[in-house]
């Protein structure tokens, strides 16, 4: 209980009356709604699906989103919120947990997430979930405060709540840890399965599917789709009569919505297969697809030119008078190599370093490189805008070494360099923060596309780096760019032979890019593919930064708006509670009331375009030190996202 004086009906009151404030400043053009299935059982439908298990004036709820179903409960008569189960733990998943918790609901959820919603500052103070990313699960859609959980629940268990009759399956694939409720009740079976499906065939998003089997999470592009259905068959199995997701629509025919679904993830993972770059680093991970006439047939490579040496990640080109240029410093061991060949007379100088990209195997030996070698850094404008300020970004991969850039080169840009001519371009494949490099010298045309291509395609296994879909941009826009170059020898830092594609292949890799484009967007619950594929399409600029006690601090809300029309957008900041003086004087009351938060701010987005929001916000005097978490809810063309993205604010 919150307080001795105040009763659970009080509480709902007064928690019902702070729904209405979140409602009323989350207005948009989807109001929420209140379904009825049973007379023991509805679903509320607002930012997500809640369930509602109703027993006279008590409740018990499946998830709970952003707490403001307390609206809902008011209205059908609930005085008392006695437990609530959750289907996994994401933050717009139970974000107002705390709020019911206050008024003496039980918290229970899934056995293998527990520690996602009581022990979050141990996830936010571990240095592996913010640098060097390669494995993304658990995904980073953490609470940012601490819920303590009463129970736990694991597939199998059965429980008893009024009418109903709950059985919990574990239906992993969305999380690692999710469950879904298969509720039977007023002679009525529904499936409460989390985010295991949207709509019929269709996922809310497939970047929590990156997962990885025998690599890393980094190259499991679709990873979970298998874990993914195997989760579905059996909630299949269940029989339920509807289907319930968290984000979506309420489904009638649970078998076609599922069977259509696992039919769609193979054909869109047969696509990303067709063309992947990862078949020639792991053949055997892609055995059952090899030789279909479909797919593009791996390349063989060829050697290359004598004047390039390869070591590492790095390519070195050398001179006719021995002069060394060098493409990306993964380490020092790069660096020891260079002034091995040095001392041995094999190069005599280091010109310039090009950078291009800025995952942490090709530039964590960069400050070592610079300290060592009296020459400029080059690369393009959006590899810099990382590099030079880590903690600025969080993106997979990133290393927290900042690297100084000295010439951020324009698209097309040329410039010489001994006898070679070298032209910098934005290369949008692998990652968006990327740079590809041409170099001319007679017939010779050498491109440098960094880790974006192998003999066997394109790099994309790894949706959290931006990989976009769409005419003219991402990997359709790098393919162009290699069909109109014609470089005689292309090179990945990772590959030790040069590679080429023929005018025939760029065609094959363009049309797969177009297919899927087509297909993955039928497979999201968005209006286009990359807003399921690309999870920082919602992004907090800088994303981490240091302030003192009393300070003010401010960051941009960065949208990137991938719809063919402009979007309406809005949001606002969540206020650590800790930072709120009515929490420091009364923290079990404090509790019962949502947690402060900024104005709203607002914009109109053109299409194919990102947009900027600003959020400010002062440091209290009394703030302690340490890293708080800045959650932002969001409002984007009729969709309420509570607490969708996040900042991190230092206070030193």
Known sequence: MIGRTMTRRGFLGRLGAAAAGLAAQGADSMPDRLTKLSE???????????????????????????????????????????RVLFTHHHRDQACGAGLLAAGGARIIAPAAERDHFDKVADYWADPKRRWHLYELRPHHLMLAEPVGVDATVAGGQTLEWGAARLRVLDTPGHTDGSVS?????????????????????RLWEIHSLQKGTVTTDYHGFLGAREQLAGSLGRIKAARPATLVPSHGHVMND?????????????????KYVAISALRWYFPKLFAAYAGRADHMPVGKGKPAPPCLKHF?????????????????????????????????GQIRSV????????????????????????????????????????????????????????????EGQSWQWREFKM????????????????????????????????????DDYCSSNRNWLGRGVGFDR?????????????????????FAFTPEQCRFMRRNLAERERLYTQLVGWDHANYGMDEPWARCAPYEQKAAPGEAAAFDVVLTNHSPIARDAACRAVLPRVWDHAYAKRPRAALAQPAPTTPWAETKIPAKHDGRLRVGLRIPPTAKRGRYVIPVDLRYHG?????????????A
């Not at 409720?181 to 065939?201: E, L, P, S």
């Not at 649970?254 to 047969?270: G, Q, S």
């Not at 590809?436 to 003999?455: H, I």
């Open 40 to 82: 023991h059982l509805y679903v509320y439908r607002g930012p997500i699906n809640v369930g509602i298990v109703r027993e006279g004036a008590k409740a018990m709820l499946i998830d709970c989103g952003d707490g403001r179903v307390a609206g809902a409960l008011k209205r059908l008569g609930v005085e008392t919120v006695e």
């Open 181 to 201: 409720y298969v509720v039977d009740v007023d002679g009525r079976r529904v499936a409460f399965c989390g985010d295991a499906i949207y709509d019929t065939g």
């Open 254 to 270: 649970p078998a076609k919505a599922i069977d259509t679904l696992v039919e769609r993830l193979a054909a869109c993972y047969d």
């Open 312 to 344: 590492g990640t790095t390519w070195m080109l050398v001179s006719k008078e021995k002069a060394a240029f060098v493409m990306d410093c993964g380490g020092a061991h790069i660096v020891k190599q260079l002034q091995k060949r040095l001392a041995s």
């Open 351 to 410: 010109d310039g370093l090009w950078v291009t990209h800025y995952h942490d195997d090709h530039v964590d030996g960069i400050p070592g490189f610079q300290k060592a070698f009296d020459c400029p850094c080059f690369t393009d404008e959006s590899v810099a805008s990382v590099i030079t300020d880590p903690p600025a970004w969080r993106l997979p991969c990133i290393s927290p070494h900042v690297a100084r850039v000295d010439r951020v080169m324009k």
């Open 423 to 458: 032209t910098a371009f934005h290369f949008p494949g692998q990652t968006l923060y990327h740079a590809g490099l041409l170099v001319e010298r007679g017939e010779l045309r050498m491109f440098f596309a960094g880790d974006s291509f192998t003999p066997a395609g394109i």
């Open 478 to 498: 790098c393919v162009a760019l290699l069909a109109k170059l014609k470089p005689t020898h292309v090179f990945n830092p990772h590959v030790h032979v040069a």
């Open 639 to 651: 969709r309420k996202l509570p607490q969708f993205t996040e900042a991190i604010v230092v206070v």
